[in-house]
């Protein structure tokens, strides 16, 4: 049986999703906190395993009988390395066997200017690696869908404002990496493997501006502020600090094109290109 970790959220429940187009739901296991936010899969026939990343009793007893599990990463930012640490001890203590993480694609991951994001998947694929069990690393770039959390929803009428200078990102959809992962789950070949999940084609924010404009019919300018102009015209706007920092970090990070690797699996596990971007773009700004 397959347990799918984090099912809840969007890449979980768009994981399971494409699992159903390929499993019966009698093989597919959903890991949750709130049963109540499951109801949609329990009401599929897919098995609703209640536990948290911070609950070891929990975990081991969602875990039983459990072959694979795709771990995806926690969004809660408190200790998340522990987090996934017991999950992957949950696993070994179960006799799972295969565990599938979702880390980060950067040309650095020991040394990214997103600091302790970065350093979380790092240790987390460390730990994996060195569990004794079989692994597989989904290592995934950022996702297209991150865009207007980036650039705002009205970036066709305000232009796009980001500090990422001249940086480029190979943006993937959300969709397609769960369709890899869902792809991954239910082939073989992929023990200890890691694989990088980024889009083939890299864009720059300027780039993502013109873009805009095609979609738009308007001329979408970009501006890249400093790293402080942007921190106080988030803070003007009422966003906490704690997201301005986040998205702080990215921007730095994106500028240094961190993100830009230039290498990709996603088309051979998806076994066709990639969602372009444009096509992602204009279902957001294209209204």
Request: net charge negative; no cysteine; charged share 20%.
């Amino acid at each position: 049986m397959i347990l799918v970790t984090g099912s809840t959220g969007h890449l979980g429940t768009a994981t399971i999703n494409f699992l159903l187009e390929k499993l019966p739901a009698s093989q597919i296991a959903a890991l949750a906190r709130d049963e109540n936010k499951a109801a949609d899969f329990k009401a599929k026939g897919i098995d609703i395993r209640i536990g948290d990343y911070k609950n070891t009793n929990s975990l081991n007893t969602a875990l039983t009988g459990i072959d694979t599990v795709l771990l995806i990463s926690s969004a809660d930012m408190d200790d998340r390395f522990r987090q996934h640490a017991n999950v992957i001890d949950a696993a070994k203590q179960n006799g799972v066997k295969h565990v599938i993480y979702t880390s980060a694609d950067v040309k650095d991951i020991n040394n990214s200017l997103t600091g302790d994001i970065a350093d979380v998947h790092a240790r987390t694929s460390d730990y994996l690696r060195k569990s004794e069990l079989t692994y597989t690393l989904l290592n995934n770039n950022l996702y297209a869908d991150v865009l207007p959390q980036f650039i705002g929803e009205k970036a066709v009428e305000t232009g796009v404002y980001f500090p990422a200078g001249e940086g480029r990102v190979p943006f993937a959809t959300r969709s397609d990496m769960a369709q890899a992962a869902a792809n991954v789950l239910t082939t073989t070949g992929h023990d200890n493997k890691e694989y990088t999940i980024a889009a083939d084609v890299s864009y720059s924010f300027a780039e993502i501006a013109q873009i805009l404009s095609e979609i738009s019919g308007k001329e979408v300018p970009y501006i890249s502020p400093t790293s402080e102009e942007f921190a106080q015209a988030l803070t003007a706007a009422g966003v906490p600090p704690f997201y301005v920092g986040m998205l702080s970090d990215f921007a730095q990070a994106i500028k240094a094109d961190e993100f830009n690797t230039q290498n990709t699996d996603l088309p051979k596990l998806l076994d066709r290109e990639p969602t372009p971007l444009k096509a992602y773009l204009q279902t957001v700004y294209g209204n």
